[in-house]
C-alpha cells in the first residue's frame, strides 16, 4: 500500500459528494480464479466537484480521460475466468492511480497537449484531497484483494488490462495489442507468444510504452515488488471501440490467457534478480 500525501486536505469540501459513485467498483469479489485483474483507467466520470476540469465535450472522450473499451474488455475476462476485477471509477485526468503520487502526470496539468486548466497550480491540500478520495482507496482495494488472494491459496498473479490510441503525435502504431512487463516474463513471454501464434496479429513488445519506464504503478506496486507474475495488457482503442470489437477481443485475449494462467507453476514468489 503506498504512503499516504503529507499534506492534509483540512477544511476542503469532500471531493465526492454522498449521492456520486464511490472511488472503486468491485466485481466478482468472490472469485475463484488466483489471480486479479485490475482496471486503472476504466471511466472518464469527473467529480461534480470539479465540473470538466475545464476541458472541452470532445476531450472529454478522449485517451486523455480514460482507456476507451478496457473497461469492457476486463469484464468480459473477469465473467470468463471468474476473476475478481477491480476498477477505477474516476477519470485519469482527475488523479491517474495508475502513477506515483510524486510523478508529475499523478495529476496532469497537460495531457498529450491539450491543457488541463482545473489541474493548474493546485495547493497541497488540493492533491491531497484527490489522492485520499480517489488513489488510496483504489490501492487499498487492490492490496486487499491480493491479499485475500494470498490467504486463500498460492501467490497471485495480476493482470492489467490498458488500451492505447492508434495514432500519437501523427505516428501510427501498428500494433493490435501491446504487451508491457519488466524482468519477469513468466506471464508476459507465453502471452506474446501466444498472439503471435495467431495468424494477422501483430504484438508490441513493451509497445507502445515500456513496462520498464515506471508507466505501471499498479503492478509495480501489488506485483513486481513482491516477485508476484504480472501483466499489463494494451489493446489498440479502434479495435474495441464498440460491443463487437470488444467481444472479439475479449475472446481472443482470452484464449490466449487461458492456458498461461492454468499453469500451476505460474503462482509462486519470484526470487529477486
Known sequence: ????????????????????????????GEGAAPFL??????????????????IDGDDELRHIAWDIGAA?????????????????TYSRLVVDVNRAPNDPTF???ISEGTVV???????PAAIAQRADALFHPYHGAVAEAMAALKRRGPPPALVSVHSFTPVFKGELRPWHIGVLWDRDGRLALPFMEGMRARPGIRVGDNQPYSGRDHYAYTVDC???RHGLPD??????????????????????????????LADPGLYRVAKSP
Open 1 to 28: 500500500m503506498p504512503d499516504r500525501a503529507d499534506a492534509c486536505p483540512g477544511s476542503l469540501p469532500p471531493l465526492l459528494a454522498p449521492d456520486e459513485p464511490g472511488p472503486i467498483e468491485v466485481v466478482h
Open 37 to 54: 485483474i485490475v482496471c486503472d483507467h476504466a471511466s472518464r466520470r469527473f467529480p461534480r466537484a470539479l465540473g470538466t476540469l475545464g
Open 72 to 88: 469492457e474488455v476486463a469484464r468480459l475476462l473477469a465473467a470468463r475466468f471468474k476473476a475478481r476485477l477491480v476498477l477505477a
Open 107 to 109: 495529476i496532469p496539468a
Open 117 to 123: 486548466p482545473g489541474n493548474r497550480n493546485l495547493t
Open 222 to 224: 501489488h506485483a513486481r
Open 231 to 260: 501483466l499489463s495488457i494494451e489493446i489498440r482503442q479502434d479495435l474495441i471501440e464498440n460491443a463487437e470489437g470488444v467481444a472479439e477481443w475479449a475472446a481472443i485475449v482470452g484464449d490466449v490467457l487461458a492456458p498461461v
